[in-house]
């Protein structure tokens, strides 16, 4: 059974950074492509970024390219994404996803997610 299990969240000021940690359990975690996807109050899932089973390569939805940085430690079994420069519009719930592919941008190429980790970023 898949488990991703997100850390990290909490509330920043504007400006202000965090790092949020996934730890995946039950899959071959070096297989799996990993992902971010973020939720606000009453809009729809949004792709925030990706990461290649290797690392090698990422994907970064247009609102966080420059600020947000994917990374992943096969050895932790551990997907992390670094936030600096925070805005209030970067508050949402943020889950973390694993997807049997190289890499995607695409959240329906995710089948698995976690339970989610509250950001919220305050002006």
């Known amino acids: 059974q898949v488990q991703l299990v997100e850390s990290g969240g909490g509330l920043v000021q504007a400006g202000g950074s965090l790092r949020l940690s996934c730890a995946a359990s039950?899959?071959?975690?070096?297989?799996?492509?990993m992902g971010w996807v973020r939720q606000a109050p009453g809009r729809e899932r949004e792709f925030v970024a990706a990461i290649s089973r290797t690392g090698y390569s990422t994907y970064y939805g247009d609102c966080v390219k420059g600020r947000f940085t994917i990374s992943r430690d096969n050895a932790k079994r551990t997907v992390y994404l670094q936030m600096i420069s925070l805005k209030p519009e970067d508050t949402a719930v943020y889950y973390c996803?694993?997807?049997?592919?190289?890499?995607?941008?695409?959240?329906?190429?995710?089948?698995?997610w976690g339970q989610g980790t509250q950001v919220t970023v305050s002006s």
């Open positions: 996803a694993a997807g049997n592919v190289y890499i995607s941008n695409r959240k329906t190429d995710f089948g698995s």
């Open positions: 039950g899959l071959t975690f070096s297989a799996y492509a």
